[in-house]
């Protein structure tokens, strides 16, 4: 962790790595039985983990995030994109000011996504490689039979399971409930409408969460950081001309 490191420790390891890993998340509603902290609490875990198993430095959490879109459940602090995207950003270019090139963030909440990845673009434009990790995507694709579709939505009983394998006292699953998310009126195929989380649900559970539990978020815990430790691997080796931007055909 950087942030346990002196900057003599610090020198030394950018003096012969180029990489380090920066998890972000949010402060947010996820449902009656999960804490507030869940997406950046989940994203430091995967983080620090794949870290300590890749002798990589691994940055402390950046908790708040764009999350607008809940703030009529109580807690949730939220960020705009723009003021996101400049801190995260601003923290990256404090990495390359001592040599990081590659940065891999494990990101914690999907909402977040749209300003990371405008980062991300111009980041690379200025020489440095940003990869944005999201372990439900990686647990979808891994694990496609361990929950079914209702389980898999927000504070549902997949991230609810990954919570008691990680925190297990920060879950009271006697809270968790089960809410088929409603459609709104203006709802139809193709259409994208910019509504909030309290439009959809009224326990902030999206879909099916009382199926939670710690063994099957283990198998996903693991299952995501064996993926993430093959990419901060892969980062390692690559030389960062091939991460680059092509010149013009
Ligand atoms: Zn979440």
């Known amino acids: 962790m950087l942030h346990e ?7 030394e390891y950018f003096a012969k790595a180029d990489i380090a890993i920066l998890p972000v998340g949010s402060n947010e509603q996820h449902g009656p039985q999960n804490p507030l902290g869940t997406d950046h609490l989940i994203a430091r875990a995967i983080a620090e983990e794949t870290a300590k198993r890749t002798g990589t430095v691994c940055l402390q959490v950046i908790p708040f995030g764009v999350s607008s879109h809940h703030k009529q459940f109580w807690g949730t602090i939220y960020i705009s994109p723009g003021t996101f995207k400049s801190y995260v950003k601003e ?6 000011y001592y040599g990081i090139r590659k940065i891999v963030i494990v990101n914690g909440h999907g909402g977040n996504l749209p ?10 434009e200025k020489g440095i490689f940003v990869s944005i990790f999201q372990w439900w995507s990686a647990a979808n694709r891994l694990l496609p039979d361990l929950f079914k579709p209702e389980e898999r939505g927000h504070a549902a009983a997949e991230e609810t399971s990954v919570n008691l394998a990680l925190h297990p006292h920060l879950v009271n699953l006697d809270k968790a409930v089960d809410e088929e998310p409603r459609k709104h009126t203006a709802q139809t195929e193709g259409i994208i409408l910019p509504l909030d989380t309290v439009n959809c ?3 902030g559970v999206f879909g099916k969460s009382t199926t939670a539990s710690a063994e099957k978020g283990k198998k996903v815990f693991e299952a995501i950081v064996n993926e993430l430790v093959k990419h901060v691997n892969l980062l390692k080796r690559a030389k960062i001309e091939d991460l680059m931007q092509k010149p013009r055909v």
């Open 5 to 11: 490191m002196s900057w003599v420790e610090a020198k």
């Open 91 to 96: 923290a990256c270019l404090a990495l390359n």
């Open 115 to 124: 300003a990371l990845m405008e980062m991300a673009r111009e980041l690379r």
């Open 201 to 203: 649900t009224g326990s």
